[in-house]
């Protein structure tokens, strides 16, 4: 359970290293390699603008340094990460919601 006294910042990282203490435990191989690579990726939470489909644009946080093509980002308003692409108008959001070391993993 994550406290309620914590910055935003604190809970998402909170949050994720939860999932990969979980996924580092696993004796599920794959699932391993990709925590690994995740948390390569990894940066301190910070504020951006996704654009979602109608041009609605959400305040959220990125999690992970994009790699020119794709980013996870903490939707705050759903409670979920999201796989974002990048494009020129910034963050896309494309529909892969859920935990996120799940919309890491699945590009």
């Given amino acids: ?49 996704v654009n979602f489909s109608g041009g609605i644009t959400q305040t959220c946080w990125s999690v992970s340094r994009g790699d020119g093509t794709y980013r996870v980002v903490y939707m705050p308003r759903a409670g979920y990460f999201s796989l974002c692409v990048e494009s020129d108008f910034g963050p896309l959001d494309i529909g892969v919601h859920g935990p996120a070391l799940g919309c890491f993993g699945s590009v």
């Fill in 1 to 49: 359970m994550l406290k309620r006294d914590l910055s935003i910042e604190e809970r998402i990282t909170a949050m994720i290293e939860t999932e990969l203490k979980e996924a580092l435990e696993s004796h599920d191989q794959v699932l391993r390699r990709t925590a690994d690579a995740f948390r390569e990726t990894l940066r301190t939470p910070r504020e951006i603008k």
